[in-house]
């Protein structure tokens, strides 16, 4: 699946900024701040420094952001979405929760996979920062979508309620229980002392069967401390639903060098092209890392029905006539191999699988570390969807 920006968003973003994303005015007023988040984003020492201050209260860095990292990141929510959804309705109303939500991009990234899939369920969403200029953005944003008619959001099926909270006061300030409380790029902003108890406070947020969201860069560093806070949460009661297929201690953090991210195909849109261009990034591809969790113990797997999955932790590489990967299932990460001359109608799906897809894998030769997929072992793919009201998946 390729991911590509949904043709309003291009509207709702003229209509929140004042120019157009494909225009001169929005390469040459933001570039330079683009470069300067960039460095804060992926620099050590810069990132402490963005724990203490909310750089979107500058003006220019906010327009900055919107131009170019909410136009990716907001499809970053696809795929733990489409998990998330797997097998069934979305609540309805969905009541949504988004933790350092900025300038709106958990709701624009929500509302585009829900037109995605033609789902409309009423949404109440509750966006909380310590960023007031953010807010008034977001509620910008709100506002648009209600407005402009070829949107997801029309009158009357979408509520918006934005709170200016310090995130540490958090969840003293909210008595409400939200299906998804979402946490996009927030936790690596929180000082590392403070995460795990801070985490451990969203619980009384959830309603019974809600889900707590965190999505990071997909950088070493941010990726490795999600997993540490995954397996801090998982050690504490709460259920890992996805991406991982076990509960055990993550075995990307048995050495300093590994880490885990998903990483999607997209269209990149020229104007984001030309931002790269001239600014020496590339983002040919959406990284991230996600972990989806809950504390009513269900899991993709029960919620899919399936056992043996394997989730690709890898690029797939070849090497001597072999196709090799690492995947992690129920047992941990491993090496998966496919001899060329093993190639078989039952396992040929093998071929085709990328970075975090999902597979059933059957069937297979098991040593200590590695699996064999022989001529007679079974591949398929699973892509997992959500139901719609009519049945269908």
């Known amino acids: 699946m390729t991911l590509e920006l949904p043709s309003w968003y291009y509207d709702i973003a003229k209509t929140v900024l004042g120019f157009r994303l494909d225009s001169r005015e929005a390469r040459l007023s933001t570039m330079e701040k683009i470069n300067q988040l960039r460095s804060m984003f992926f620099d050590e020492n810069a990132a402490l420094a963005r724990t203490c201050k909310p ?14 990292f909410t136009s990716a990141n907001l499809l970053k929510l696809h795929r733990p979405l489409q998990e998330w959804a797997a097998n069934a309705a979305p609540p309805n109303p969905l009541r949504i929760c988004d933790i350092g939500c900025g300038p709106g991009t958990g709701l624009l990234g929500t509302l585009s996979w829900l037109r995605s899939h033609g789902i409309s369920v009423p949404l109440d969403y509750t966006g909380v920062d310590r960023s007031g200029a953010a807010l008034r953005l977001a509620r910008k944003t709100a506002d648009a979508l209600i407005r402009i008619a070829d949107t997801p959001a029309g009158p009357g099926s979408m509520s918006c309620d934005f709170r200016y909270v310090d995130i540490h006061d958090l969840p003293d300030r909210l008595q409400d229980s939200f299906d998804l409380i979402l946490m996009m790029n927030t936790l690596n902003e929180l000082p590392l002392e403070k995460r795990h108890a801070f985490l451990d406070r969203m619980s009384p947020l959830l309603s019974p ?17 999600l997993l540490e806070a995954r397996d801090r949460l998982a050690d504490a009661g709460w259920t890992v639903y996805s991406p991982c297929f076990f509960q055990n201690h993550c075995p990307a ?6 880490w885990c991210h998903a990483e999607d195909a997209w269209e990149r849109p020229a104007f984001l092209r030309l931002i790269d261009h001239h600014t020496g990034s590339v983002k040919l591809t959406l990284k991230y890392s996600y972990v989806l969790l809950n504390r009513h113990g269900e899991t993709l797997a029960s919620r899919l029905g399936l056992m043996n999955l394997e989730r690709v932790v ?7 006539g072999r196709l090799r990967l690492f995947a992690c299932g129920t047992r941990g990460r491993r090496l998966m191999e496919l001899n060329r001359r093993d190639l078989s109608p039952s396992n040929k799906p093998f071929k085709k699988l990328r970075r975090y897809d999902i597979a059933v894998v059957e069937g297979t030769a098991e040593k200590i570390s590695l699996r064999k997929v022989l001529k007679d072992s079974r591949v398929e793919r699973i892509e ?10």
């Open 55 to 68: 750089y979107l209260d500058d003006e220019a860095f906010l327009r900055a952001y919107f131009v170019y």
């Open 209 to 225: 069967r809600g889900f707590l969201l965190l999505v990071e860069p997909a950088h070493r560093i941010a990726s490795r401390q």
């Open 253 to 258: 953090l048995d050495r300093e060098r590994d």
């Open 314 to 320: 890898s690029t797939p590489f070849h090497e001597k």
């Open 384 to 393: 997992p969807g959500p139901v719609h009201t009519d049945g269908e998946v």
